[in-house]
């Protein structure tokens, strides 16, 4: 170490020099400028006063734009990606949703959503909040469910009048021995459409089916289209049923949509894209995304999900708004 910092001292003198002699006239700026120069990009010290000096100044400069980052690694990482995994409800949608619709049987619409909204009233997901939003702008009367348990990806079972009521995935129901066949026509559109459809079941018996709709943020497809300009690949992990994600990845130009993943196997295809050579990057919002977050080489939230979520990330945007990617990426190549 001493023997190389005397050889670069010695070159930079030989510089100095040189500059001061044989330069243009004033040459006594230049020649302590080339100088110090060499000092500084020669020394074996810079690095160790360019790496913290450049995380210093990436950090500063990401939380001046509503961006903190927690870790050089995770500012490096992102410079290093192949590939980019959006969660879809909160991350590339707004999260706002809204019942459109509700198929019954032989139920009053009224029935199938009392029964729904009690069951989700004390439920933290979106679906859940939407569907007792909308049981309240009917002016329906809810009862409180004697149990209550969510299970992450499929949906919720509770207890109501004596009754066992289960509203989740068709997959989920599916699972559980209760046919949906009757409403295959009536999901048919909203599933183009996009939109998210719940089923509601009493006892093992079908009842209704629920329409959900989220609405794409503005700025996702311009800024899924810059992360693609730089040769990353997008792809979509959800939990949704295929062609409801198929319909969304469709709208926003995304490489590839992984459908109908449960929470604990979400991980498990972040790893596997990480076993093909991948640096992946992952961002969500959510509960059911942290397991991949976490599992992810670098992770980032959106500011407005859920702490669960926030905790498991590298890189955490204060707003909701998808742009933050954007300036977190350049801000990492930069």
């Given at each position: 170490m001493?023997?190389s910092?005397l050889?670069v001292?010695?070159?930079?003198?030989?510089?100095?020099f040189?500059?001061?002699?044989?330069g243009s006239?004033p040459?006594?700026?230049?020649a302590?400028l080339t100088?110090?120069s060499?000092?500084?990009?020669?020394?074996?010290?810079?690095l160790?006063l360019?790496?913290p000096t450049?995380i210093?100044?990436?950090t500063?400069?990401?939380?001046?734009h509503?961006?903190?980052?927690?870790?050089?690694?995770a500012l490096?990482?992102?410079?290093?990606?192949?590939?980019?995994?959006f969660?879809?409800t909160?991350t590339?949608t707004?999260?706002?949703?809204i019942v459109?619709?509700?198929?019954t049987?032989d139920?009053t619409y009224?029935?199938?959503?009392?029964?729904a909204?009690?069951?989700e009233?004390n439920?933290?997901h979106?679906v859940?909040?939407a569907?007792?939003?909308a049981s309240?702008?009917?002016?329906?009367?809810?009862t409180?469910?004697?149990?209550f348990e969510a299970?992450?990806?499929?949906g919720?079972?509770?207890?109501?009048n004596g009754?066992?009521?289960?509203i989740g995935?068709?997959?989920w129901?599916?699972s559980?021995g209760v046919s949906?066949?009757h409403?295959t026509e009536?999901?048919?559109?909203?599933?183009?459409?996009?939109?998210?459809?719940i089923?509601v079941?009493?006892d093992?018996?079908?009842m209704?089916m629920?329409?959900v709709?989220?609405?794409?943020?503005p700025e996702s497809?311009e800024?899924i289209d810059?992360?693609?300009g730089?040769?990353l690949?997008?792809?979509l992990?959800?939990?949704?049923?295929?062609?409801?994600?198929?319909a969304?990845?469709?709208?926003l130009?995304?490489?590839?949509?992984?459908?109908?993943?449960l929470p604990?196997?979400k991980a498990?295809v972040?790893?596997?894209?990480?076993?093909?050579g991948?640096?992946v990057?992952?961002?969500?919002d959510?509960?059911n995304?942290?397991?991949?977050?976490?599992?992810?080489?670098?992770?980032?939230?959106?500011?407005?999900?859920?702490d669960?979520?926030?905790?498991?990330?590298d890189?955490i945007?204060?707003?909701?708004?998808?742009?933050?990617?954007q300036?977190?990426f350049q801000?990492?190549r930069a």
């Open positions: 001493i023997i910092f050889v001292v010695i070159v930079a003198l030989l510089v100095f040189c500059w001061l002699v044989f006239q040459s006594l700026t230049y302590v100088a110090t060499v000092l500084i990009i020669a020394c074996p010290c810079a160790g360019a790496t450049a210093m100044v990436g500063g400069k990401g939380a001046d509503g961006i903190l980052i927690r870790s050089a690694d490096e990482g992102m410079s290093q990606s192949q590939i980019v995994v969660d879809k909160g590339v707004s999260g706002a949703l459109t619709d509700v198929v049987m139920e009224e029935h199938v959503l009392e029964l909204a009690s069951a009233r439920s933290e979106p859940g909040q569907i007792v939003t309240v702008e009917q002016g329906i009367a809810l409180e469910p004697s149990q299970l992450p990806g499929r919720v079972i509770a207890q109501i009754k066992q009521v289960h995935t068709k997959r129901l599916h559980l949906t066949d409403f009536a999901e048919r559109e909203p599933a183009n459409q996009g939109k998210t459809i089923f079941s009493l093992g018996q079908v209704g629920i329409v709709s989220d609405t794409v943020k497809r800024v810059w992360l693609k730089l040769g690949e997008i792809a992990l959800t939990g949704d049923n295929q062609q409801v994600a198929n969304i990845g469709d709208e130009g995304i490489d590839r949509v992984i459908a109908e993943v604990d196997q498990m972040i790893r596997d894209i990480q076993q093909e991948r640096v990057v992952m961002v969500g959510g509960i995304d942290a397991p991949a977050l976490i599992q992810s080489n670098v992770s980032i939230a959106m500011g407005t999900g859920t669960v979520a926030i905790e498991a990330s890189v945007l204060l707003t909701g708004n998808l742009q933050g990617v300036a977190a801000l990492s």
